[in-house]
């Protein structure tokens, strides 16, 4: 399990765009909309790991939720793990809450699963797999 990248709710995206591009000195590779979550992702490569930046795209969108209750900022930690059924079972076992009952497709060609904050310390944790 690694650090893949850390989710960043903005409600600007054509703002923080700029603002990521300069912090982090390169450009965004990706733009993806994923629909059933209401998002609009970009994602940075810094280092080793991503930054992805989440704007909703519709006022029931989750994130316009989140940013409403608690604005801009840190929204998710996502670790890449190698079998998200085998991660997703082991952590049920370990008496976590996790948000679905099975992955769901994610953004960045990814299966993700979200890990309840109130059953991690109040982090929102992303479980994801590439599916390449
Ligand atoms: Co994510």
């Known amino acids: 399990m690694h650090l893949e990248h850390l989710g960043i709710a903005v409600s600007d995206l054509t703002a923080a765009r700029k603002l990521y591009t300069k912090l982090l000195n390169v450009a965004p590779y990706k733009e993806e909309v994923v629909e059933d979550q209401g998002v609009t992702t970009l994602f940075f490569m810094a280092g080793e790991s991503k930054v992805e930046l989440l704007e909703a795209t519709r006022p029931d969108s989750p994130i316009a939720k989140y940013i409403e209750k608690r604005g801009e900022g840190?929204?998710?930690?996502?670790?890449e793990v190698k079998d998200i059924h085998a991660e997703m079972e082991r952590l049920r076992?370990?008496?976590?809450?996790?948000?679905s009952e099975?992955?769901?497709?994610?953004?960045?060609?990814?299966?993700?699963?979200f890990v309840h904050p109130k059953s991690a310390g109040?982090?929102?944790?992303?479980?994801c797999q590439s599916r390449s």
Request: with cysteine; hydrophobic share 50%; charged share 25%.
């Open 74 to 79: 840190i929204h998710h930690v996502a670790f």
């Open 93 to 99: 076992k370990e008496g976590f809450r996790l948000l």
């Open 102 to 113: 099975e992955p769901t497709i994610g953004a960045d060609n990814k299966l993700v699963c």
């Open 122 to 127: 109040g982090v929102l944790v992303e479980l």
